[in-house]
């Protein structure tokens, strides 16, 4: 069985870091690229960025760059995003996906930011 | 980057009956490969998305076949052919032919 297994809630401050884990099982993690796709409360899904299968190239959306990093573990099979200098506004649960066409989604880990 | 506009915002249908969604890009997706990068997820509530259609018109491995997926170029849509209880959530199209992936702000579907 295939999966993405996520880390748990998080509640940080303004001005905080959070780093969120994905864990994927069977073949995702070798050959797949690892997305992270965020969801605002009550808001649609946004792309945050992903990392390659190799783990040595990431891409990120413009309004991400600078403050997020994605880092993949091969010994432990899996995939880090981490969120710097964070606000309010980036409450949200965030999710990991592997390849779009894979199916394979985490269940989501909820990022709380408030003072 | 892509903008990707879905219609109607929400719907409500009678089980039994056919629903349609509408989702139109700024850019072509029809990739140089012949393929279009075009998918359809599946939100139901308190879930994670689920792939319903991957690259235009493929079902994803056990999405029911009354999903279908068809377009070109930048029109596209996603047809039930008998809404089921099931079937209720918020459906996002997505393109990911270029960087950013963008996705569509969402169609709810409610169940009269």
């Known amino acids: 069985q295939v999966q993405l297994v996520q880390s748990g809630a998080e509640v940080k401050r303004p001005g905080a870091s959070v780093r969120v884990s994905c864990k994927a099982s069977?073949?995702?993690?070798?050959?797949?690229?690892i997305h992270w796709v965020r969801q605002a409360p009550g808001q649609g899904l946004e792309w945050v960025g992903c990392v390659n299968p190799s783990g040595e190239g990431t891409n990120f959306a413009q309004k991400f760059q600078g403050r997020v990093t994605m880092t993949r573990d091969t010994s432990v099979s899996t995939v880090y995003m981490e969120l710097t200098r964070l606000r309010s506004d980036d409450t949200a649960v965030y999710y990991c996906?592997?390849?779009w066409g894979s199916g394979y989604w985490g269940q989501g880990t909820l990022v709380t930011v408030s003072s | 980057d892509i903008v990707m506009t879905q219609t109607p915002p929400s719907l409500s249908v009678t089980p039994g009956q056919p629903a349609s969604i509408s989702c139109n890009s700024t850019?072509?997706?029809?990739?140089?490969?012949?393929?279009?990068?075009l998918y359809w997820f599946l939100q139901r509530p308190g879930q994670s998305p689920q792939l319903l259609i991957y690259e235009l018109s493929n079902r994803f491995s056990g999405v029911p076949d009354r999903f279908s997926g068809s377009g070109s170029g930048t029109d596209f849509t996603l047809k039930i052919s008998r809404v089921e209880a099931e079937d209720v959530g918020v459906y996002y199209c997505?393109?990911?032919?270029?960087?950013?992936?963008?996705f569509g702000q969402g169609t709810r579907l409610e169940i009269k």
């Open positions: 850019e072509s997706l029809l990739h140089s490969d012949g393929k279009t990068y």
């Open positions: 996906a592997a390849n």
């Open positions: 997505m393109h990911s032919i270029q960087f950013p992936p963008t």
């Open positions: 069977g073949d995702i993690f070798t050959g797949y690229y």
